[in-house]
């Protein structure tokens, strides 16, 4: 998903299809990587506590203003994920 569009998806994942807990925030460099067209992969993994469904939303971003929405006010538990 686009950078841009990231927090409307995460937002509509939560709301309209019941992924209500963040497991885990992580990312990959890919400056080592062959062929890669952006700098840093950045993904959300997602749980539904209700019918244990997995989901991982990706998406990337570079330098020299690598930046994201923050994902708190849909998930309390971002705040410690996001600092890293």
């Known amino acids: 998903v686009p950078a841009a569009r990231l927090f409307d998806l995460l937002q509509a994942l939560k709301s309209e299809h019941g992924f209500d807990m963040l497991a885990d925030i992580t990312a990959a460099d890919y400056l080592e990587y062959e062929g890669a067209t952006d700098r840093y992969g950045v993904m959300y993994c997602l749980l539904n506590t209700q019918t244990g469904e997995r ?3 990706k998406t990337y971003v570079n330098d020299p203003d ?4 923050s994902a708190y006010p849909l998930w309390k538990g971002a705040d410690w994920m996001e600092r890293e």
């Open 55 to 57: 989901l991982v939303a």
């Open 66 to 69: 690598p930046a994201l929405p």
